[in-house]
């Protein structure tokens, strides 16, 4: 006999799910945050400032120049005077009649021409000149020893002062010769220049040697351009002493000047006293005390 089926076993129905809806995002409450306090401004202490003084203006230079230049018998001096080591051209400034107190140096270009640029301006008794100087002590007799110029008395802003031609070439004295005595009158000689356009003085002084006496000295009216003078001892000056005598040069607006040397020279007032003062000179001199 077949075996019998098994009874079949309901299958049981599915059932419908509904769709499960996404959750609605709530947006989220801001939480609120009380501002802070203001914060208070800082308190100012009170500090006590001195007053700033104002700055001190600098003074300023005028704009102007002091020009000239430099000649050796009418041709234009070498480039390069007034450098260290070779005779200087110097700006001078005199204060109340005080000493000449140097200001500036300058030194010449190739035609001979120096220019000083913007010195001070000069105040009330204030006089600037502009010097050559030549010292004896190592200077060179090619030239002369010292030449100014005329004074300039005002200098100010936007000045310019050119104070001429500086002839330069020495002055030579011939005679009487150096240190020699000679009974009163003695004649004084001397070689003129070629600048034709100056004049001389003839002038002696005390103490030998010593640049403020030179520039102190005895001196004749002007000799125009004569080359000799005769004279006995000057008023103030003796025989039997000794002097030293020299020759100013005087050239108008150019300026003024004197020779490289000076010469001694003594007045005897006899022809005996010559020759005992001859005598003592040269004792003097062989033991080194003349």
Known sequence: ALPTAPAAVPVPSATAVAPTEPPTAEPASPTATEPPPPTEPPTATETAVPPTEPPTPTP????????????DNGKPLAEGFGEPGLPQIELRKQSGGGAWEKVANSVTDRAGAFVFESPPALAPGEVYRVWWNNPTEDGADLWVHR???????????????????FELADLKLTQPCHDCLQTAPITFGWRARSHTSE????????????????????????????TEYTTSPPSGFRYDARYCWYVLIEDGANGTGWPFHDRRVQWCSSPETCRGLNVLGNTLLRVGRW
């Open 60 to 71: 300023k230079a005028p704009a102007g120049r002091i020009k000239g230049r430099l000649t």
């Open 147 to 165: 030449w100014w110029s005329r004074d300039i008395t005002a200098f100010g802003d936007g000045t310019d002062v050119d104070v001429g031609v």
């Open 199 to 226: 004049s001389y003085r003839w002038s002696v002084f005390d103490g030998c040697g010593d640049v403020e006496n030179r520039a102190n000295a005895f001196r004749t009216a002007s000799l125009g351009r004569k």
